[in-house]
C-alpha cells in the first residue's frame, strides 16, 4: 500500500469516526505504521471529519518528525502510539477515539480492569471461547500523555493484555491490529460492547 492509500484510508476512517461522534472537534487520533517502522499520525487540532493528505504527521521509529506540513504538530497522543507498536510488531494500524459510552463504562468499576460480557462479538476481538471471562484494562488518564505511555508499556509488559485494546479512564479507548481495516472492526466491536454495557446498566441486568 502506498502512502496515498494509506492517508486515503486514514481519512475515510476519520470521516466514519466522526459522524458516530467518536472522534467530535478535533479529538482521537489515528496511525498507521509503514515497513520502514516509521509511522504516519494524525496531526493535533485538525478536524477529523474535514481531514485531508496534509494533514498527517510522519514520525520516525525513534519519535521525530520525519514529515509534516508547516505549522503542523503531532497528536498530543503519539506517545502511545509509539509504545503500541513498540509492544506489538504485529501491529500496523493503532486508533485512538472518544466516546461517551466509553467514559461512562470506565466508571462502571474502581479497579484498571472492566470485565467485559461473553457477547458473540468478542469472537471480533479474537476471543474464541465458550462464555469467556475477558477483561478490558483501564489506565489513568493523566494530563501528561508520557505519563500515560509508560504505564501502558510497564503494565502490559509484565501483563500482556486479553485483546487488543486499552481503555483510558475518562478519556478514550484505543485499539491497535495488523490492519487499517481491522482495527476500524475493532474499534466498532468494543464501542458496541461499550453501549450494551450502558444499556444493561440502564436496564438493571
Known sequence: ?????????LIATARHFYHQGWMVGTAGNLSVRLPDGSFWITASGRSKGELCKSDFVRISPQ?????????LKPSAETAIH??????????TSCYHVHSVEANLVSRFVQGDC???PPLEMLKGLG?????????????????????IATEIEERF??????????LIRDHGITV??????????????????????????CAGI
Open 1 to 9: 500500500m502506498t502512502n496515498d492509500k494509506y492517508l486515503t484510508e
Open 63 to 71: 519519535g521525530k518528525v520525519e514529515q509534516s506540513s508547516p505549522g
Open 82 to 91: 509509539q509504545v503500541i507498536y513498540r509492544l506489538f510488531p504485529e501491529a
Open 114 to 116: 472492566l470485565p467485559l
Open 127 to 147: 476471543v474464541w471461547e465458550e462464555n469467556p471471562k475477558c477483561t478490558l484494562p483501564i489506565f489513568a488518564n493523566h494530563l501528561q500523555v508520557a505519563r
Open 157 to 166: 509488559t509484565k501483563t500482556p493484555p486479553e485483546i487488543p485494546a486499552l
Open 176 to 201: 491497535w491490529a495488523t490492519s487499517p481495516e481491522t482495527a476500524r472492526n475493532y474499534i466498532e466491536l468494543v464501542e458496541y460492547i461499550f453501549r450494551y454495557l450502558v444499556a444493561a446498566r
